[in-house]
């Protein structure tokens, strides 16, 4: 069975740019996570998608960062525009469900870097 | 809120050595689950093994095993026969059932000398 995909796996944009990050879910899996992770650090929840709802999104910049996720499969992430303090690496995950005994399953990450 | 402490930012080990991985945390739930992932330079995140709090038993796969001390709020993560390919950032994390997001310590880089 696949596991998360994510794409791109690298990008690099200068400042003020768009970008988009795209994460394809393991198949029947309903809830799926962006996380943001800065160098050194553990991941951070950005956004949580129950099927096509956004159920937490409090840690969303929402002046420049922007998810959505049609049809409760794929997700895109957007940032427009990018900032030099938005280089990290982004990580989609997926999961059965939200209860405590459903496992996280994490993508590859895309490596932003803003210069 | 919640927070989880890796106070260790790197460790190293002989290979086919043990070693122990620190984390406490916390939290006024009672009820949560408690994980421990491996991120390799690759950075896909794989988890290596959980926690019931509920469950008193410590839990345990192959080479790895954890020790799990409620009260305390620790959960330290002790690998055995330590191989090159255990070398990665090890992250200590927590997942309370109310936020159905993981809360993440700052990771471990575990290095491992053949």
């Known amino acids: 069975e696949a596991g998360v995909v994510q794409s791109p796996r690298y990008k690099i944009i200068e400042k003020k740019q768009p970008v988009a990050f795209w994460c394809n879910p393991i198949?029947?899996?309903?809830?799926l996570y962006w996380y943001l992770q800065n160098l050194g650090q553990g991941p951070e929840l950005l956004i949580r998608y129950e099927n096509e709802e956004a159920v937490d999104d409090s840690q969303l910049p929402k002046d420049r960062f922007s998810a959505e996720r049609l049809k409760g499969v794929d997700s895109t992430l957007k940032i427009q525009p990018a900032e030099l303090g938005d280089s990290a690496v982004y990580l989609c995950?997926?999961?059965?469900?939200?209860?405590?005994?459903?496992?996280?399953?994490f993508g590859p990450g895309t490596r932003l870097t803003v210069t | 809120a919640q927070t989880v402490t890796q106070s260790q930012p790197e460790m190293s080990v002989q290979e086919a050595e043990t070693v122990t991985l620190s984390c406490t945390y916390d939290t006024s739930e009672s009820d949560y689950y408690l994980f421990w992932y491996k991120q390799p330079p690759s950075r896909q995140m794989i988890l290596v093994i959980r926690?019931?709090?509920?469950?008193?038993q410590n839990a345990t796969e192959n080479r790895f095993s954890v020790n799990f001390q409620k009260a305390a709020k620790s959960f330290s993560l002790k690998i055995s026969d330590s191989q090159l390919g255990d070398a990665a950032m090890y992250f200590c994390a927590y997942l309370a059932d109310q936020g159905g997001k993981l809360i993440f310590g700052q990771g471990t880089e575990l290095s491992v000398k053949p």
């Open positions: 198949s029947g899996h309903n809830t």
């Open positions: 995950a997926s999961s059965l469900g939200r209860g405590l005994s459903y496992e996280q399953y």
């Open positions: 926690q019931e709090a509920y469950k008193q």
